[in-house]
């Protein structure tokens, strides 16, 4: 007996409040949703693996300047581009990281040759970057990353001085971290993140992306979760594990442990955004304390949605 299939995706959580993108801005967002989760559908419907799914997902996010993950990664304080990414496979917990890395395309590429190439967990900075070029992966100058945008960003950024500001749309239009969930018909969950960090970082800031239990985790026994928000706050609740350790360990289902760790104890620490996150019955959650998050996502009768506010969902024939 096959297992029915699930999918969902994130561009990051943030003050998308109604208004805030001009109409055809809001179209071109949700396209590009609905691209980057077709992908990973057509792969599943087509019985292949959740990892592939997820991958596939993301690529087409981090090509798409939308995003701030590749293409249209934020700036650093230094004007360069350091990129992030985690894969988890559900299967047997094995995990593959970047962090850092300034040269590979599409950092989730990077992420899975670490974890199927090399016997390491996470790979970074100018090592990572070595080993990306030893695996003869696509890699592109680091400015290859901007756009008039983030650098936009940037500069306003650096002009107000003072410390980085964490807060999830600070700075004109918020296009963020982004990630994939899914289920394959084989019952095998699977996870990847990819972000190019905060505007403005310094001194080889990480955030919760690449560090597996934070930002990103999967396993058949409990939930596939991928984060986006405020990266310290994350890191600090461990709120991808924390989720999946109350659905394993609690028998808490899926919209219960979403709830109490993103509307608990992530917001009581001060730490705002959102998870995308699926079970291995295929329930599928999508939960955030900020006004919006770019979102898709498969519901039980195969059709797909894109959404960016809290109530503006758009429904697609798969």
Same mark, same amino acid.
């Given at each position: 007996?096959?297992?029915?299939?699930?999918?969902?995706?994130?561009?990051?959580?943030?003050?998308?409040?109604?208004?805030?993108?001009?109409?055809?801005?809001?179209?071109?967002?949700?396209?590009?949703?609905?691209?980057?989760?077709?992908?990973?559908?057509?792969?599943?419907?087509?019985?292949?693996?959740?990892?592939?799914?997820?991958?596939?997902?993301?690529?087409?996010?981090?090509?798409?300047?939308?995003?701030?993950?590749?293409?249209?990664?934020?700036?650093?304080?230094?004007?360069?581009?350091?990129?992030?990414?985690?894969?988890?496979?559900?299967?047997?917990?094995?995990?593959?990281?970047?962090?850092?890395?300034?040269?590979?395309?599409?950092?989730?590429?990077?992420?899975?040759?670490?974890?199927?190439?090399?016997?390491?967990?996470?790979?970074?900075?100018?090592?990572?970057?070595?080993?990306?070029?030893?695996?003869?992966?696509?890699?592109?100058?680091?400015?290859?990353?901007?756009?008039?945008?983030?650098?936009?960003?940037? %500069?306003? %950024?650096? %002009?107000?001085?003072?410390?980085?500001?964490?807060?999830?749309?600070?700075?004109?239009?918020?296009?963020?971290?982004?990630?994939?969930?899914?289920?394959?018909?084989?019952?095998?969950?699977?996870?990847?993140?990819?972000?190019?960090?905060?505007?403005?970082?310094?001194?080889?800031?990480?955030?919760?992306?690449?560090?597996?239990?934070?930002?990103?985790?999967?396993?058949?026994?409990?939930?596939?979760?991928?984060?986006?928000?405020?990266?310290?706050?994350?890191?600090?609740?461990?709120?991808?594990?924390?989720?999946?350790?109350?659905?394993?360990?609690?028998?808490?289902?899926?919209?219960?442990?979403? %709830?109490?760790?993103?509307?608990?104890?992530?917001?009581?620490?001060?730490?705002?955004?959102?998870?995308?996150?699926?079970?291995?019955?295929?329930?599928?959650?999508?939960?955030?304390?900020?006004?919006?998050?770019?979102?898709?996502?498969?519901?039980?009768?195969?059709?797909?949605?894109?959404?960016?506010?809290?109530?503006?969902?758009?429904?697609?024939?798969?």
């Amino acid at each position: 007996m096959t297992s029915p299939i699930a999918l969902a995706i994130h561009g990051g959580a943030g003050v998308l409040t109604p208004g805030l993108l001009s109409e055809s801005d809001e179209n071109d967002v949700h396209e590009a949703l609905l691209r980057a989760i077709t992908a990973g559908h057509r792969i599943l419907e087509e019985g292949g693996s959740s990892l592939d799914a997820v991958e596939a997902c993301v690529i087409e996010l981090e090509e798409c300047p939308w995003f701030n993950a590749g293409k249209g990664a934020v700036f650093t304080h230094d004007g360069d581009h350091e990129l992030d990414a985690a894969i988890m496979d559900g299967t047997n917990c094995n995990v593959g990281a970047i962090a850092g890395a300034r040269y590979i395309r599409n950092p989730i590429r990077g992420a899975r040759a670490v974890m199927e190439k090399s016997e390491h967990a996470m790979l970074i900075s100018q090592g990572a970057d070595r080993f990306l070029a030893d695996q003869q992966l696509p890699l592109v100058s680091n400015d290859w990353f901007d756009t008039p945008l983030r650098r936009r960003q940037w %500069q306003e %950024q650096k %002009q107000q001085g003072g410390p980085v500001n964490l807060e999830p749309g600070h700075t004109e239009k918020k296009f963020g971290t982004v990630g994939a969930v899914a289920l394959d018909r084989d019952g095998h969950v699977a996870a990847a993140t990819s972000t190019g960090g905060i505007t403005n970082k310094r001194y080889g800031r990480v955030g919760d992306t690449p560090l597996i239990g934070a930002g990103t985790w999967a396993d058949d026994r409990s939930a596939a979760i991928s984060a986006t928000g405020h990266g310290e706050y994350f890191i600090r609740a461990a709120v991808a594990h924390d989720i999946a350790a109350r659905c394993r360990y609690l028998g808490v289902n899926l919209h219960e442990a979403c %709830q109490q760790v993103v509307h608990g104890e992530l917001k009581t620490l001060g730490g705002q955004g959102g998870v995308i996150a699926i079970a291995p019955d295929g329930e599928t959650q999508l939960s955030f304390n900020t006004p919006g998050m770019y979102r898709a996502w498969r519901d039980r009768d195969g059709r797909l949605h894109t959404a960016i506010h809290s109530e503006d969902e758009r429904v697609h024939d798969a």
